[in-house]
């Protein structure tokens, strides 16, 4: 068994960081968002900043946009010259998925000042093109209603986690400790 844990021992030590961070990270998360109930920013002021920036970017793009605090459950309606199209709720924040970004480049950790700009670059790409993501949707939404699920569950979640992938597999071949190690 010790022969067998000193093989894999850089496999292990990823898969044990990876897990710390992320529920250290998720923990945080969820103790913000269990604080954020009854703040002035609904649903909490991540999720408003995502829908306020996606409103402003529709309304640039000639869209006559507007968000509004849903009624009934903790989201914003995105609502496109008059029509209700979407709602933002907190998954469609990128918090998560950035969670899930820095927690691998953290268990792939390089050079701490290297790690630091690329995961705060990578986490602000997320962020950028998880609004334009949110804004090509609703676009999608309201000139091509039909395609709601394929829009939503396929191509656009492939856009974010394909662009997440790609950042790691440039992080773990450029700059990650572990491609030094090897070579």
Same mark, same amino acid.
């Given at each position: ?41 609904? *649903? ?32 914003? /309606?995105?609502?496109?010259?008059? /029509? ?26 390089? /050079? ?32 091509? *209603? ?38």
């Amino acid at each position: 068994m010790k022969s067998l844990f000193l093989k894999y021992k850089s496999v292990v030590v990823f898969i044990l960081t990876f897990l710390a961070v992320y529920f250290v990270l998720s923990f945080a998360y969820n103790l913000y968002l269990e604080f954020s109930n009854g703040s002035i920013y609904y *649903p909490d002021y991540i999720t408003n900043l995502v829908a306020k920036q996606s409103d402003e970017l529709l309304n640039t793009f000639g869209y006559d946009a507007k968000v509004l605090p849903h009624p009934d459950e903790p989201s914003m /309606k995105v609502i496109v010259n008059g /029509k209700y199209l979407a709602r933002i709720i907190e998954g469609c924040n990128s918090v998560s998925v950035i969670i899930l970004f820095v927690s691998f480049i953290i268990a792939f950790a390089g /050079k701490l000042k290297t790690t630091f700009f690329y995961m705060l670059s990578g986490s602000v790409l997320i962020y950028v093109v998880n609004l334009m993501r949110i804004v090509i949707l609703t676009i999608g939404l309201y000139n091509y *209603p039909w395609r709601r699920d394929i829009l939503h569950t396929v191509i656009f979640p492939m856009i974010i986690y394909g662009m997440v992938f790609l950042l790691w597999m440039f992080w773990v071949n450029r700059f990650s400790k572990l491609k030094k190690r090897h070579a």
